[in-house]
T-cell receptor, first 112, second 111 residues
Framework: NAGVTQTPKFQVLKTGQSMTLQCAQD?????MYWYRQDPGMGLRLIYYSASEGTTDKGEVPNGYNVSRLNKREFSLRLESAAPSQTSVYFCASTLTQNYGYTFGSGTRLTVV | QKEVEQNSGPLSVPEGAIASLNCTYSDRGSQSFFWYRQYSGKSPELIMFIYSNGDKEDGRFTAQLNKASQYVSLLIRDSQPSDSATYLC???????????FGKGTKLTVNP
């Protein structure tokens, strides 16, 4: 049972490049989330998906897009990377609010 | 944006002592409360959750909730060096599943 799998684990981008962060869960969870974690800022919600086919903005959505491809997969896309998007990105999923989140191992992204 | 506040620390305790971590939240509609532990360079892992006022114990960990005071705490008894990590308080936003996280308290347990 892999839980939540994120790829890649590390990435360096040049300003203006695009990339997609992949996330898949095998726990049959309904809800999936993308957070970024920056020093001194804590975890901030970028986008979330309460169910297959639905997505909503979180606290810091600018510069990002998401796709809930199916119940298992939730991807995060940076169309034109900026240095301000240098961060650690975590994908998470949950069955219901009573169970808390299961996090992936994270993607450490550096934009130069 | 609803807020979750934690003392950033660092909090330093000797091995075997009780570590006390505190959290306050602003959203009176919050229904579920969680404590996550995050080791340096790793992802957060859930260690405790609590929904009702009072105490909840799990091994060396006790979570305490006071909804009237909008206060959540985590006590770690018999602290071990392996407990050294950053502890994140998380609170559901209103009646939703979305979690709002505090910035975390860094705990160091000295042998």
């Amino acid at each position: 049972n892999a839980g939540v799998t994120q790829t890649p684990k590390f990435q360096v981008l040049k300003t203006g490049q695009s990339m997609t962060l992949q996330c898949a869960q095998d726990m049959n969870h309904n809800s999936m989330y993308w957070y970024r974690q920056d020093p001194g800022m804590g975890l901030r919600l970028i986008y979330y998906s309460a169910s297959e086919g639905t997505t909503d903005k979180g606290e810091v959505p600018n510069g990002y897009n998401v796709s809930r491809l199916n119940k298992r997969e939730f991807s995060l896309r940076l169309e034109s990377a900026a240095p301000s998007q240098t961060s650690v990105y975590f994908c998470a999923s949950t069955l219901t609010q009573n169970y808390g989140y299961t996090f992936g191992s994270g993607t450490r992204l550096t934009v130069v | 944006q609803k807020e979750v506040e934690q003392n950033s620390g660092p909090l330093s305790v000797p091995e075997g002592a009780i570590a006390s971590l505190n959290c306050t939240y602003s959203d009176r509609g919050s229904q579920s409360f969680f404590w996550y532990r995050q080791y340096s360079g790793k992802s957060p892992e859930l260690i405790m959750f609590i929904y009702s006022n009072g105490d909840k114990e799990d091994g060396r960990f006790t979570a305490q909730l006071n909804k009237a005071s909008q206060y959540v705490s985590l006590l770690i008894r018999d602290s071990q060096p392996s407990d050294s990590a950053t502890y994140l308080c998380a609170v559901t936003q209103g009646g939703s599943e979305k979690l709002v996280f505090g910035k975390g308290t860094k705990l160091t347990v000295n042998p």
